[in-house]
């Protein structure tokens, strides 16, 4: 059980979708602060221009809220490919002028077609002097959001190290998991390591494989693999573990090896483990 001193925010596992709901909700109130600070302290004999407000407020923050899954793609191209500190704060600077720029852009002309027929100055004079007074507020914004990219990307790492631990020690007591707890449509159950036919690597997940139908676990391959029994489960790939009881025959398909289950479902074979795959099927 979690103690009641953990926030409930830090309950649930971060993910991007509930990272992005967060900010959505985050985003709404501050605009909508903004907006009633206008109508309350709105100082005219003219009527309170309310799309005009509303444009100012919400438009100018939801449309940033566009650009935020481009920041994360940025964040994890600067996360696999650069590997130097100042060649990454170089990346986000460049690539953070760049939306900001491009924001300023779409909340001016947003605005700018409200007040055209008014306005004696031009388009671009107007943009370049927004430019000047907001580009370092963005770039500002574009860092907390990257900021907040890698505190859920650390979490995630943590998250998973833990299962890792926990996998770990219960291997080192000789303790193998009896059965996995799954969810399914926000309901949680488990399922008997006795019904898994085969488990497959998934991103961040795994996959594990059930008469017909797969169930996704927040968990390493490696750490799952550790957690269960190696006298019945065996890794024959990189990325799959398989039941022992399952496997049929092994193959060899155009000099690549392949393990066949009992419902004739072939998987791939590594010659890494292939050796061991066979001392446990003469057991």
Same mark, same amino acid.
């Given at each position: 059980m979690?103690?009641?001193?953990?926030?409930?925010?830090l /309950?649930?596992?971060?993910? $991007?979708?509930?990272?992005l %709901?967060?900010?959505?909700?985050?985003?709404?109130?501050?605009?909508? *602060?903004?907006?009633?600070?206008?109508?309350? @302290?709105?100082?005219?004999?003219?009527?309170?221009?309310?799309? +005009?407000?509303?444009?100012?407020?919400y438009?100018?923050?939801?449309?940033?809220?566009?650009?935020?899954?481009?920041?994360?793609?940025? &964040?994890?191209?600067?996360?696999?490919?650069?590997? =130097?500190?100042?060649?990454?704060?170089? @990346?986000?600077?460049?690539? !953070?002028?760049?939306?900001?720029?491009?924001?300023?852009?779409?909340?001016?002309?947003?605005?700018?077609?409200?007040?055209?027929?008014?306005?004696?100055? =031009?388009?671009? &004079?107007?943009?370049?002097?927004?430019? =000047?007074?907001?580009?370092?507020?963005?770039?500002? *914004?574009?860092?907390?959001?990257?900021?907040?990219? #890698? !505190?859920?990307?650390?979490?995630?790492?943590? +998250?998973?190290?833990?299962?890792?631990?926990?996998?770990?020690?219960?291997?080192?007591?000789g303790? @193998?998991?009896?059965?996995? %707890?799954? %969810?399914?449509? !926000?309901?949680? &159950?488990?399922?008997?390591?006795?019904?898994?036919?085969?488990?497959?690597?998934?991103?961040?997940?795994?996959?594990?494989?059930?008469? !017909? /139908?797969?169930?996704?676990?927040? +968990?390493?391959?490696? =750490?799952? $693999?550790?957690?269960?029994?190696?006298? @019945?489960?065996?890794?024959?790939h990189? &990325?799959?573990?398989?039941?022992?009881e399952?496997?049929?025959?092994?193959?060899?398909?155009?000099?690549?090896?392949?393990?066949?289950?009992?419902? +004739?479902?072939?998987?791939?074979?590594?010659?890494?483990?292939?050796?061991?795959?066979?001392?446990?099927?003469? #057991?």
């Amino acid at each position: 059980m979690e103690p009641a001193s953990v926030p409930v925010l830090l /309950r649930k596992p971060w993910t $991007e979708k509930r990272l992005l %709901k967060w900010l959505f909700v985050f985003i709404t109130a501050i605009a909508s *602060i903004q907006f009633f600070q206008n109508y309350l @302290f709105y100082n005219s004999s003219y009527p309170f221009p309310y799309l +005009q407000y509303i444009t100012a407020s919400y438009l100018s923050f939801y449309t940033y809220f566009l650009f935020v899954p481009i920041i994360f793609k940025a &964040s994890k191209f600067a996360e696999s490919k650069l590997h =130097s500190i100042a060649w990454m704060i170089l @990346f986000h600077l460049v690539v !953070g002028a760049m939306l900001s720029a491009a924001h300023l852009l779409l909340i001016h002309f947003i605005g700018w077609l409200q007040v055209y027929q008014w306005s004696e100055e =031009s388009f671009f &004079s107007s943009y370049l002097f927004q430019l =000047s007074k907001w580009l370092h507020f963005e770039i500002l *914004i574009y860092g907390f959001l990257v900021f907040i990219w #890698k !505190g859920l990307d650390y979490m995630k790492w943590t +998250q998973l190290k833990q299962t890792e631990e926990t996998a770990e020690a219960q291997k080192s007591n000789g303790n @193998f998991v009896a059965s996995i %707890k799954v %969810k399914e449509g !926000g309901n949680i &159950s488990f399922i008997s390591v006795n019904e898994i036919r085969w488990i497959e690597a998934y991103d961040n997940y795994i996959k594990i494989r059930v008469n !017909g /139908r797969y169930f996704l676990v927040r +968990q390493t391959l490696s =750490s799952i $693999e550790r957690a269960l029994n190696p006298e @019945f489960f065996q890794r024959i790939h990189r &990325s799959v573990i398989v039941a022992i009881e399952q496997v049929e025959s092994i193959r060899v398909d155009n000099g690549n090896y392949q393990v066949v289950l009992s419902d +004739q479902t072939p998987l791939k074979l590594s010659r890494t483990y292939k050796d061991a795959l066979e001392q446990q099927l003469s #057991k």
